[in-house]
Nanobody, 126 residues
Framework: VQLQASGGGLVQAGGSLRLSCAAS????????VAWFRQAPGKEREGVSC????????PYADSVKGRFTISRDSAKNTMYLQMNSLKPEDTAVYYC????????????????????WGQGTLVTVSS
């Protein structure tokens, strides 16, 4: 199983970025996937997730209304559209996956996931 995150970069506050996470070794729609982020000196934070079998996607309070998660099953790729970026969004963003459905309440818990991508750095300048 491999998860390949991409799309990070440097952007000014108020700008947008779209992150991608390409999965291999996992059958499309049969696994749950999530985005996490970790800023220097801080704990890893769950951003949002897509659960296998569908259902609602939770978002961290800090990104609600600005970030949107989605999955393209045909491409076996997950996306995170990030709008109205703020300097506090600066972090390394990781995608994570697990082979089974996950309950909503555990969707943003990093211990729920078995596979992790390498991370992509997002830097938002003020």
């Amino acid at each position: 199983v491999q998860l390949q995150a991409s799309g990070g970069g440097l952007v000014q506050a108020g700008g947008s970025l779209r992150l991608s996470c390409a999965a291999s070794g996992l059958a499309s729609n049969s696994y749950s996937v999530a985005w996490f982020r970790q800023a220097p000196g801080k704990e890893r934070e769950g951003v949002s997730c897509v659960r296998s079998g569908g259902g609602g996607s939770p978002y961290a309070d800090s990104v609600k209304g600005r970030f949107t998660i989605s999955r393209d099953s045909a491409k076996n790729t997950m996306y995170l559209q990030m709008n109205s970026l703020k300097p506090e969004d600066t972090a390394v963003y990781y995608c994570a996956g697990r082979r089974s459905r996950i309950v909503y309440s555990m969707c943003l818990d990093p211990s729920s996931y078995d596979y992790w991508g390498q991370g992509t750095l997002v830097t938002v300048s003020s």
